[in-house]
């Protein structure tokens, strides 16, 4: 019993722990009716220990998991400067992408108001950006002091001064090795620690959802349903209209083709919740659609790195939840500020399962959004995970189309199935 109990996934115990904190949630709400049992020893201590004390470890875990993720990511991309416009191309394509993924989940969001009816308005709120201008955003964005930045968790001018840091790693290489490891390092033991902390999120969840649906009742599912149509709505604009009109805007190819041959990348991705797993599968498939193996070798890593739509279409989603949620309204300036604190996260998002919930807490913060509700939807992300990531490695597959297409690097009698490829996986030895 208990080596079955093992070899349960962390993801499949989240969605326990949310359907667990669901029903003693709702039978609290409608059966307990002993104000000392319900309120005060259960919903005020226990469960609101358990849930904001998860809370705490995940924002513990912000500032120094995105900062040295964005210093280690840009740091890594220093080829860019050999392989000329591939890299350049590649780049741009996939922060569009991105930026056009959370702007989609934005709109679709604000017309579907997800977060209406949740009503979590009791809570304190924090102080909302949308009464700043675009100039003061742009400014309070240059780190006047980047240690009290990291100290406070002012995300913006940490990210700021992350990519400069990045940049010039990438830049002075060989001189500075030993702080490139150290960073490395850094990195390293974030991710473990993130893996560390993940541990204990199906009981953070079971106590958020209980004490939450112990005081709202059925009423919470509404929002909770609707915000998971959000988020697979916009993924399926971003995988079946986005892609397949930037790949016909820019290459002129025909979107079917791909899918057919790419459906079954599409599968994996989504079975096994990783963009990493998947990049062979994903070389494979490139190559039998003509796809240079020099252009995808490089692509193809630096998107399961940086190209993270999927999430970024999640975050998105979350926002309006929570401002709804809570009853705030972002103006214009906090919602641009949340495109880019979505883009820039996309960089530091790769490695760890729902490190992408990680990474969320910084975009809340950046528009001064309280991060109790992420606890709400963390038991239902592992499902929504799965098809983020089919989102992710789909983008990667398309910008790397396009990259080939612009360089000339691309067997277009392949792509269109007059010729088959003469050489085999086994063959390419260059990743």
């Known amino acids: 019993m208990i080596e079955r109990l093992k070899k349960i996934s962390l993801g499949n115990w989240m969605l326990i722990g949310m359907i667990l904190g669901f029903l003693v949630g709702i039978f609290l709400n409608f059966y307990v009716t002993n104000p000392f049992i319900k309120d005060i020893l259960l919903v005020n201590n226990i469960f609101y220990l358990g849930g904001n004390g998860f809370i705490k470890l995940m924002k513990m875990l912000v500032v120094p998991l995105v900062f040295f993720s964005i210093v280690v990511g840009v740091a890594s991309i220093s080829d860019i400067r050999k392989i000329g416009s591939i890299g350049g191309r590649t780049i741009g394509i996939y922060l569009v992408t991105t930026a056009l993924a959370v702007t989609i989940a934005l709109i679709i969001a604000t017309i579907i ?10 809570v304190a709120q924090a102080n909302v950006t949308s009464n700043m201008t675009v100039t003061d955003t742009v400014l309070n964005m240059i780190p006047d002091n980047p240690f009290n930045s990291l100290a406070t968790g002012d995300m913006l001018p940490v990210i700021i001064f992350g990519v400069l840091v990045g940049v010039i790693l990438a830049t002075l290489k060989d001189e500075t090795n030993v702080v490139n490891e150290f960073f490395n390092q850094g990195n390293t033991v974030m991710m473990e620690m993130t893996r560390i902390v993940m541990k204990f999120a199906p009981i953070g969840i079971f106590c958020l959802m209980a004490k939450t649906f112990a005081s709202l009742g059925f009423a919470g599912l509404i929002p909770l349903a609707k915000y998971i149509g959000c988020v697979l709505l916009g ?20 979107p079917i083709k791909f899918f057919k041959k790419f459906i079954s990348v599409m599968f994996f991705a989504f079975s096994s919740s990783t963009s990493n797993a998947t990049i062979p599968l994903n070389l494979e498939k490139l190559s039998e659609l003509g796809v240079s193996r020099e252009i995808s070798s490089f692509t193809i890593p630096l998107g399961a790195t940086i190209n993270m739509d999927g999430t970024a279409i999640m975050q998105g989603c979350a926002v309006m939840f929570a401002a709804q949620a809570y009853g705030m309204d972002l103006g214009l300036v906090a919602l641009i500020t949340v495109i880019f604190t979505a883009v820039m996260a996309s960089i530091g998002t790769a490695g760890v399962p729902s490190v992408g919930l990680i990474t969320l807490n910084m975009v809340f913060n950046s528009v001064g959004l309280p991060v109790d509700a992420i606890g709400i939807i963390m038991g239902i992300d592992h499902l929504l995970d799965m098809f983020r990531t089919a989102v992710n490695v789909t983008g990667d597959a398309i910008c790397t189309i396009i990259v080939s297409f612009k360089n000339k690097a691309i067997d277009l009698d392949m792509f269109n199935g007059i010729k088959q490829p003469t050489e085999t996986w086994d063959d390419i030895t260059e990743f």
């Open 113 to 122: 108001q997800p977060g209406t009816g949740l009503n979590m308005t009791s």
């Open 235 to 254: 993924l399926a604009i971003q995988a079946f209209i986005v892609y397949p009109s930037l790949l016909v805007i820019l290459t002129r190819l025909n």
